[in-house]
C-alpha cells in the first residue's frame, strides 16, 4: 500500500534533511492501528482519526471543537416542511486526490453521493459486500428504514427522500459513515479487479492526501494543496502507532511526537508540571450509568431507585475510578451536547434518608447484583472499582451487593436481556451530538431488550423524545429534550455517575489544536509554530 | 540423513492436523461472540444478527465450518480477518519479518552473552564471579517485562537520550519494504543514515526481550557444563595432559551444548509465538500484539491462521533444532 513514492521519499528526504525539528511536520502518537480506510465500514475511533478526519468530508462537517454542524461538500440545503425531504446543492470545483493508479478526471459531483450511501444501502451495489461489508454505523444509525431513495436533481443537486420525518438528519450526514467517496475511483478499481483498494488505498476530498501504512508502525499522509478549504498548515502528518500511554508519554516528552492521546489518569499531573507539555482538556461526549431493570421488583418503583441512587458516592467514584479525570452526572446526556438540562439537580448523597426512603417503599434485607463491565473505556476506566465502592455505599444502607462480570460479548449480550438479575454499569460515547442519539438510543422504547439496558419504557418520556424527532428547529427540540430530562430525572431509570474529561498532551509547539467534543482527532487548523 | 529428516517430517502431519483442530475449538469455546463484540455498546437487531451470522457463515454446523476451514487451509486460504478485512496470510507476512528480526537479534544477544557467562560461572564454580553472575540471572528471569522496559526507556531514552523510544526506524526515512527486516531494507534504501537508526532502534527491544533467555541460556550452560565437567573423560583428559582450554572448549562444551541447544530451540518458538509485552511497549509492529487484539476481538480467521502458521514456524525451528543435534551428536542423527 505505498502510492505517489517518488514523491513521497523525496519529501521525506527533504524532511530528514531539514532535522526532526521541521515546522511541516506533525507527528501524532496514535493508540492503535486503523482497522481500515474506509470510515463506513467500520466502528472505532482509531480507524476515524485516520480516516475520516484526514482524508475525507462529508456532505456536513461537525465545527471542530463543538458539535455545530456546518456546510461540507454541500455548501447549502433546504428540507421539506413535512421534513422527509432534504435537497443539498453540492459545492463546485471540489477536486479528489490521485495516487499512483487513479487521477481524478472530473470534480465532485452529485455521482459521488449517490455511490457513497447506494454501495452501503443497496445489496445489489457491486461494493456492497466488497471488504465483507457490514455497514455497522450505516445499519445502525436506521438508514436502510430511513432513506427511501437518493435522487439526483442534476450534477450538483442531490434530495434525500426519507420515509419519515428525522430531525437529527443532517447531523448524521457529518459522521464518518457518511464520507464522500470517489464513484470514479470505485468504478476504475472494479474494472481493474481491485476493489479492496478503496479501504487499502483511500481517495477522498479531505486536508490529507493518504501516502502510506505500516500496520501497527505508522500512517504517512501529506498536505492536500487543492484542498477546496484552506490547505492544511502542517505539510506532512503522520500517525506514529504506540499502543503504549506510558510509552506515548516518552516519547512526547523526547520530541519523538507532539501530539498523544488518552495519557494515563496517573501521569496527567506530571504533565501538567512539565514546562515541554501543555494539557488541553474537555469534557467528553459520554456518560457512564449504572441502569437498574425497571421491569423486575423492587426496581420497577422509581422510589426505590431513587433511594438508591440517593446512597451512592459519586465524588468518591470521581476521586478513585477517575483519578480526577472525570466529573459527576447528573443528566443522561453529557453538558457539550445542546438541550442539557443544567436545571436539574442530582440526588444528594445521603446515605440515611436513602436507608429511610427504602424503609418507608417496605423494602429491607435486598440483596442485588451489580454487573462490572470486564473492559475499560473512557466513560468507566475502572468498573470492577467502581462497582466495588457501589457495593460498599449500598452495604451502608443495608442493601446487599454482589458483583458479577463476564466476558465482553457475553456481558453485552445477556444484559440486554429484559429478565436481567441485577443493575449494569455501562456508559455510551455519542456519535452526532444529538440529544436523540443518548435518549432515543438508551431511554427510548425500541431500545428495551436491546441498548436500552434499563429495559425502561415510559410513556411521557418517549412521547417527549419522538416529539422531538420530528421537530424542525433546535430551539423547539431543545425544550422538549430538556422535558425529558426532568422526566428521567423523578423515575430515575438509571444512577447517572459520571461523565470523563478528555485530556491532550501536546508540545508547546503546537498551534490551533481543538479538542474535539465528539473525541476526534483533528489536525486540520494546527500549525507548529518556528 | 534424509531418512532422519523424512522421519521428523512425518511427525508434523499428526501436529498440524492436531494444532488446526485446537485452535478452530478453542478460540469458538471461549465466550463471546465477535458479533457482538463487534457491535459493541451500539448492540444489533436480532434480524441483523441473523444476517451477519449467515454472512459469516456462523449459521452452519460446525463440523461444515471447519471443513471449509481446512479446504481453505490446503489451498493456501486461512480467510479474511473479520475486523480489517484483509487476508490473513497477508497480514501475517506483513507483520512477521518485524517480529523475526526482533527475535533473531534477541536469541543472538543471548547466546552471545549466556553461553560465555554460563562457562565462565561453571569454571569458577562456588567463587564470586559465579554468585554474583547466578543471583544477576535469576533477577533476570524474575524481571516483569512491563517493568524492564519502561525503566530501560526512561533511563536510556529519557534521561540520557541515548536511545530512540519505540519503533522500527526513525518516522523521517521511509523506503519500500524488499524484506520486510528493517536492518537489510534500510542498507538497500540507500538512504544515509537509515541503517544506524533502524540499529539503533533495535538495541532497547533486543535487551528487553533477550533477557530472560539470557539468563536461560547462563543457567542452562553452567548446570550442564557442571555436570559434563564432572565426568570421568573430562578427568582423563586433564590427567593426559590436555590443556585446560582445551578440555573445556573441545571435550566439555561440545557435550554441554546439547541441552542448550534444546533450550534455546523452545526459547526461540516463544518467541516467535509474539513477545506480546515487547511488541506493545516498543511499538514494534509484530504479531504479538496482532494475535492479541484478535483475541480480544473474536477475530477466528485471524486467531486460527495466525496459530496455525506460528505452529508451523515453530515446527520448522523444532526440526533445525533436531538436525543440529544429529550434526553435535552422531548418535541421535543415528537413532
Same mark, same amino acid.
Given at each position: 500500500?505505498?502510492?505517489?513514492?517518488?514523491?513521497?521519499?523525496?519529501? %521525506?528526504?527533504?524532511?530528514?534533511?531539514?532535522?526532526?525539528?521541521?515546522?511541516?511536520?506533525?507527528?501524532?502518537?496514535?493508540?492503535?492501528?486503523?482497522?481500515?480506510?474506509?470510515?463506513?465500514?467500520?466502528?472505532?475511533?482509531?480507524?476515524?482519526?485516520?480516516?475520516?478526519?484526514?482524508?475525507?468530508?462529508?456532505?456536513?462537517?461537525?465545527?471542530?471543537?463543538?458539535?455545530?454542524?456546518?456546510?461540507?461538500?454541500?455548501?447549502?440545503?433546504?428540507?421539506?416542511?413535512?421534513?422527509?425531504?432534504?435537497?443539498?446543492?453540492?459545492?463546485?470545483?471540489?477536486?479528489?486526490?490521485?495516487?499512483?493508479?487513479?487521477?481524478?478526471?472530473?470534480?465532485?459531483?452529485?455521482?459521488?453521493? $449517490?455511490?457513497?450511501?447506494?454501495?452501503?444501502?443497496?445489496?445489489?451495489?457491486?461494493?456492497?459486500?466488497?471488504?465483507?461489508?457490514?455497514?455497522?454505523?450505516?445499519?445502525?444509525?436506521?438508514?436502510?428504514?430511513?432513506?427511501?431513495? #437518493?435522487?439526483?436533481?442534476?450534477?450538483?443537486?442531490?434530495?434525500?427522500?426519507?420515509?419519515?420525518?428525522?430531525?437529527?438528519? #443532517?447531523?448524521?450526514?457529518?459522521?464518518?459513515?457518511?464520507?464522500? %467517496?470517489?464513484?470514479?475511483?470505485?468504478?476504475?478499481?472494479?474494472?481493474?479487479?481491485?476493489?479492496?483498494?478503496?479501504?487499502?488505498?483511500?481517495?477522498?476530498?479531505?486536508?490529507?492526501?493518504?501516502?502510506?501504512?505500516?500496520?501497527?508502525?505508522?500512517?504517512?499522509? %501529506?498536505?492536500?494543496?487543492?484542498?477546496?478549504?484552506?490547505?492544511?498548515?502542517?505539510?506532512?502528518?503522520?500517525?506514529?502507532?504506540?499502543?503504549?500511554?506510558?510509552?506515548?508519554?516518552?516519547?512526547?516528552?523526547?520530541?519523538?511526537?507532539?501530539?498523544?492521546?488518552?495519557?494515563?489518569?496517573?501521569?496527567?499531573?506530571?504533565?501538567?508540571?512539565?514546562?515541554?507539555?501543555?494539557?488541553?482538556?474537555?469534557?467528553?461526549?459520554?456518560?457512564?450509568?449504572?441502569?437498574?431493570?425497571?421491569?423486575?421488583?423492587?426496581?420497577?418503583?422509581?422510589?426505590?431507585?431513587?433511594?438508591?441512587?440517593?446512597?451512592?458516592?459519586?465524588?468518591?467514584? $470521581?476521586?478513585?475510578?477517575?483519578?480526577?479525570?472525570?466529573?459527576?452526572?447528573?443528566?443522561? #446526556?453529557?453538558?457539550?451536547?445542546?438541550?442539557?438540562?443544567?436545571? #436539574?439537580?442530582?440526588?444528594?448523597?445521603?446515605?440515611?434518608?436513602?436507608?429511610?426512603?427504602?424503609?418507608?417503599?417496605?423494602?429491607?434485607?435486598?440483596?442485588?447484583?451489580?454487573?462490572?463491565?470486564?473492559?475499560?473505556?473512557?466513560?468507566?476506566?475502572?468498573?470492577?472499582? %467502581?462497582?466495588?465502592?457501589?457495593?460498599?455505599?449500598?452495604?451502608?444502607?443495608?442493601?446487599?451487593?454482589?458483583?458479577?462480570?463476564?466476558?465482553?460479548?457475553?456481558?453485552?449480550?445477556?444484559?440486554?436481556?429484559?429478565?436481567?438479575?441485577?443493575?449494569?454499569?455501562?456508559?455510551?460515547?455519542?456519535?452526532?451530538?444529538?440529544?436523540?442519539?443518548?435518549?432515543?438510543?438508551?431511554?427510548?422504547?425500541?431500545?428495551?431488550?436491546?441498548?436500552?439496558?434499563?429495559?425502561?419504557?415510559?410513556?411521557?418520556?418517549?412521547?417527549?423524545?419522538?416529539?422531538?424527532?420530528?421537530?424542525?428547529?433546535?430551539?423547539?427540540?431543545?425544550?422538549?429534550?430538556?422535558?425529558?430530562?426532568?422526566?428521567?430525572?423523578?423515575?430515575?431509570?438509571?444512577?447517572?455517575?459520571?461523565?470523563?474529561?478528555?485530556?491532550?498532551?501536546?508540545?508547546?509547539?503546537?498551534?490551533?489544536?481543538?479538542?474535539?467534543?465528539?473525541?476526534?482527532?483533528?489536525?486540520?487548523?494546527?500549525?507548529?509554530?518556528? | 540423513?534424509?531418512?532422519?529428516?523424512?522421519?521428523?517430517?512425518?511427525?508434523?502431519?499428526?501436529?498440524?492436523?492436531?494444532?488446526?483442530?485446537?485452535?478452530?475449538?478453542?478460540?469458538?469455546?471461549?465466550?463471546?461472540?465477535?458479533?457482538?463484540?463487534?457491535?459493541?455498546?451500539?448492540?444489533?437487531?436480532?434480524?441483523?444478527?441473523?444476517?451477519?451470522?449467515?454472512?459469516?457463515?456462523?449459521?452452519?454446523?460446525?463440523?461444515?465450518?471447519?471443513?471449509?476451514?481446512?479446504?481453505?487451509?490446503?489451498?493456501?486460504?486461512?480467510?479474511?480477518?473479520?475486523?480489517?478485512?484483509?487476508?490473513?496470510?497477508?497480514?501475517?507476512?506483513?507483520?512477521?519479518?518485524?517480529?523475526?528480526?526482533?527475535?533473531?537479534?534477541?536469541?543472538?544477544?543471548?547466546?552471545?552473552?549466556?553461553?560465555?557467562?554460563?562457562?565462565?560461572?561453571?569454571?569458577?564454580?562456588?567463587?564470586?564471579?559465579?554468585?554474583?553472575?547466578?543471583?544477576?540471572?535469576? *533477577?533476570?528471569?524474575?524481571?516483569?517485562?512491563?517493568?524492564?522496559?519502561?525503566?530501560?526507556?526512561?533511563?536510556?531514552?529519557?534521561?540520557?537520550?541515548?536511545?530512540?523510544?519505540?519503533?522500527?526506524?526513525?518516522?523521517?526515512?521511509?523506503?519500500?519494504?524488499?524484506?520486510?527486516?528493517?536492518?537489510?531494507?534500510?542498507?538497500?534504501?540507500?538512504?544515509?543514515?537509515?541503517?544506524?537508526?533502524?540499529?539503533?532502534?533495535?538495541?532497547?527491544?533486543?535487551?528487553?526481550?533477550?533477557?530472560?533467555?539470557?539468563?536461560?541460556?547462563?543457567?542452562?550452560?553452567?548446570?550442564?557444563?557442571?555436570?559434563?565437567?564432572?565426568?570421568?573423560?573430562?578427568?582423563?583428559?586433564?590427567?593426559?595432559?590436555?590443556?585446560?582450554?582445551?578440555?573445556?572448549?573441545?571435550?566439555?562444551?561440545?557435550?554441554?551444548?546439547?541441552?542448550?541447544?534444546?533450550? *534455546?530451540?523452545?526459547?526461540?518458538?516463544?518467541?516467535?509465538?509474539?513477545?506480546?509485552?515487547?511488541?506493545?511497549?516498543?511499538?514494534?509492529?509484530?504479531?504479538?500484539?496482532?494475535?492479541?487484539?484478535?483475541?480480544?476481538?473474536?477475530?477466528?480467521?485471524?486467531?486460527?491462521?495466525?496459530?496455525?502458521?506460528?505452529?508451523?514456524? *515453530?515446527?520448522? *525451528?523444532?526440526?533445525?533444532?533436531?538436525?543440529?543435534?544429529?550434526?553435535?551428536?552422531?548418535?541421535?542423527?543415528?537413532?
Amino acid at each position: 500500500m505505498k502510492f505517489s513514492r517518488t514523491i513521497t521519499a523525496a519529501m %521525506m528526504c527533504a524532511t530528514a534533511l531539514a532535522g526532526a525539528a521541521s515546522a511541516q511536520t506533525l507527528v501524532y502518537c496514535s493508540e492503535g492501528s486503523p482497522e481500515g480506510f474506509d470510515p463506513a465500514l467500520y466502528t472505532s475511533g482509531t480507524t476515524f482519526d485516520a480516516s475520516e478526519h484526514t482524508i475525507y468530508d462529508k456532505l456536513t462537517l461537525f465545527e471542530t471543537g463543538t458539535t455545530n454542524v456546518i456546510p461540507g461538500l454541500a455548501e447549502s440545503w433546504e428540507v421539506s416542511e413535512d421534513g422527509t425531504e432534504y435537497t443539498f446543492n453540492l459545492r463546485q470545483g471540489v477536486k479528489f486526490h490521485g495516487n499512483d493508479q487513479f487521477t481524478p478526471s472530473r470534480d465532485f459531483n452529485a455521482d459521488d453521493v $449517490i455511490f457513497s450511501f447506494m454501495r452501503q444501502g443497496d445489496p445489489e451495489n457491486p461494493y456492497n459486500q466488497v471488504s465483507g461489508g457490514t455497514w455497522e454505523y450505516f445499519n445502525g444509525m436506521s438508514m436502510p428504514d430511513l432513506i427511501k431513495e #437518493i435522487v439526483k436533481v442534476d450534477d450538483y443537486t442531490v434530495k434525500f427522500v426519507l420515509a419519515r420525518p428525522e430531525a437529527p438528519m #443532517i447531523s448524521n450526514l457529518a459522521m464518518g459513515f457518511a464520507s464522500i %467517496m470517489s464513484k470514479e475511483y470505485a468504478d476504475a478499481m472494479l474494472e481493474a479487479g481491485t476493489p479492496e483498494m478503496l479501504n487499502q488505498a483511500p481517495i477522498g476530498t479531505g486536508p490529507f492526501k493518504f501516502v502510506a501504512y505500516q500496520k501497527d508502525a505508522v500512517v504517512r499522509y %501529506m498536505r492536500n494543496d487543492d484542498y477546496w478549504r484552506d490547505p492544511a498548515a502542517i505539510e506532512n502528518l503522520v500517525f506514529a502507532i504506540t499502543p503504549d500511554a506510558s510509552v506515548r508519554y516518552q516519547k512526547l516528552q523526547a520530541g519523538e511526537c507532539h501530539v498523544m492521546p488518552y495519557p494515563n489518569p496517573a501521569d496527567i499531573q506530571a504533565m501538567k508540571d512539565n514546562p515541554d507539555v501543555n494539557v488541553m482538556e474537555q469534557q467528553g461526549l459520554n456518560v457512564g450509568y449504572l441502569a437498574y431493570n425497571t421491569q423486575l421488583p423492587p426496581f420497577d418503583n422509581p422510589k426505590v431507585r431513587k433511594a438508591l441512587n440517593m446512597a451512592i458516592d459519586k465524588q468518591a467514584i $470521581i476521586d478513585v475510578v477517575f483519578q480526577g479525570s472525570g466529573e459527576i452526572a447528573k443528566n443522561p #446526556i453529557p453538558p457539550t451536547i445542546w438541550s442539557y438540562n443544567d436545571a #436539574i439537580e442530582d440526588d444528594a448523597f445521603d446515605p440515611d434518608a436513602a436507608k429511610a426512603a427504602l424503609e418507608a417503599e417496605g423494602v429491607s434485607d435486598l440483596s442485588m447484583k451489580v454487573w462490572a463491565m470486564p473492559v475499560q473505556r473512557p466513560y468507566n476506566p475502572n468498573a470492577r472499582r %467502581m462497582a466495588e465502592l457501589i457495593q460498599a455505599d449500598f452495604s451502608n444502607i443495608g442493601v446487599d451487593v454482589e458483583i458479577v462480570s463476564y466476558e465482553w460479548g457475553e456481558y453485552l449480550d445477556r444484559s440486554k436481556a429484559v429478565d436481567r438479575d441485577g443493575a449494569v454499569l455501562l456508559g455510551w460515547t455519542g456519535d452526532n451530538g444529538d440529544p436523540d442519539n443518548f435518549l432515543a438510543v438508551l431511554l427510548g422504547c425500541d431500545g428495551v431488550g436491546g441498548s436500552n439496558r434499563a429495559q425502561w419504557c415510559h410513556e411521557p418520556f418517549e412521547k417527549l423524545i419522538q416529539d422531538a424527532k420530528v421537530l424542525p428547529t433546535q430551539e423547539e427540540r431543545a425544550k422538549l429534550y430538556e422535558e425529558a430530562q426532568v422526566v428521567f430525572k423523578e423515575q430515575a431509570p438509571w444512577a447517572t455517575i459520571a461523565h470523563s474529561v478528555v485530556f491532550m498532551p501536546m508540545r508547546p509547539e503546537v498551534e490551533g489544536y481543538k479538542v474535539h467534543p465528539l473525541g476526534g482527532h483533528i489536525f486540520y487548523g494546527v500549525s507548529l509554530a518556528e | 540423513m534424509l531418512k532422519f529428516l523424512l522421519s521428523r517430517l512425518l511427525t508434523f502431519v499428526p501436529t498440524f492436523i492436531g494444532v488446526t483442530l485446537i485452535s478452530f475449538s478453542f478460540i469458538r469455546l471461549l465466550p463471546g461472540d465477535p458479533i457482538i463484540v463487534m457491535a459493541g455498546e451500539r448492540g444489533v437487531s436480532a434480524e441483523r444478527y441473523a444476517e451477519l451470522q449467515a454472512q459469516f457463515g456462523f449459521d452452519r454446523p460446525l463440523v461444515i465450518q471447519y471443513w471449509d476451514y481446512m479446504t481453505g487451509v490446503l489451498r493456501g486460504d486461512l480467510g479474511t480477518s473479520f475486523v480489517t478485512k484483509k487476508p490473513v496470510f497477508e497480514e501475517f507476512f506483513a507483520l512477521f519479518p518485524a517480529t523475526l528480526e526482533l527475535s533473531i537479534c534477541a536469541m543472538i544477544f543471548a547466546v552471545v552473552l549466556g553461553l560465555p557467562a554460563g562457562i565462565i560461572a561453571a569454571i569458577n564454580r562456588g567463587k564470586l564471579f559465579d554468585r554474583a553472575l547466578m543471583s544477576t540471572a535469576l *533477577v533476570g528471569y524474575s524481571m516483569p517485562i512491563f517493568w524492564w522496559a519502561l525503566l530501560m526507556i526512561i533511563v536510556f531514552s529519557g534521561w540520557l537520550g541515548w536511545t530512540p523510544v519505540s519503533g522500527r526506524i526513525s518516522l523521517l526515512f521511509y523506503f519500500d519494504d524488499v524484506t520486510g527486516f528493517m536492518l537489510i531494507d534500510s542498507l538497500l534504501s540507500g538512504q544515509a543514515g537509515a541503517f544506524r537508526s533502524a540499529a539503533v532502534h533495535l538495541i532497547l527491544p533486543t535487551i528487553v526481550l533477550g533477557t530472560i533467555p539470557l539468563a536461560v541460556i547462563a543457567r542452562q550452560t553452567r548446570s550442564a557444563m557442571l555436570e559434563v565437567l564432572s565426568e570421568d573423560y573430562i578427568r582423563t583428559a586433564r590427567a593426559k595432559g590436555l590443556p585446560p582450554n582445551r578440555v573445556t572448549f573441545i571435550h566439555a562444551l561440545r557435550n554441554a551444548l546439547i541441552p542448550v541447544v534444546t533450550v *534455546v530451540g523452545l526459547l526461540v518458538g516463544t518467541l516467535l509465538g509474539g513477545a506480546i509485552l515487547t511488541e506493545s511497549i516498543f511499538s514494534w509492529p509484530g504479531i504479538g500484539k496482532w494475535m492479541l487484539d484478535s483475541i480480544y476481538r473474536r477475530d477466528y480467521p485471524v486467531v486460527q491462521g495466525g496459530l496455525l502458521l506460528i505452529a508451523v514456524m *515453530v515446527m520448522i *525451528v523444532n526440526l533445525t533444532v533436531d538436525v543440529l543435534y544429529g550434526l553435535i551428536n552422531p548418535k541421535i542423527r543415528k537413532a
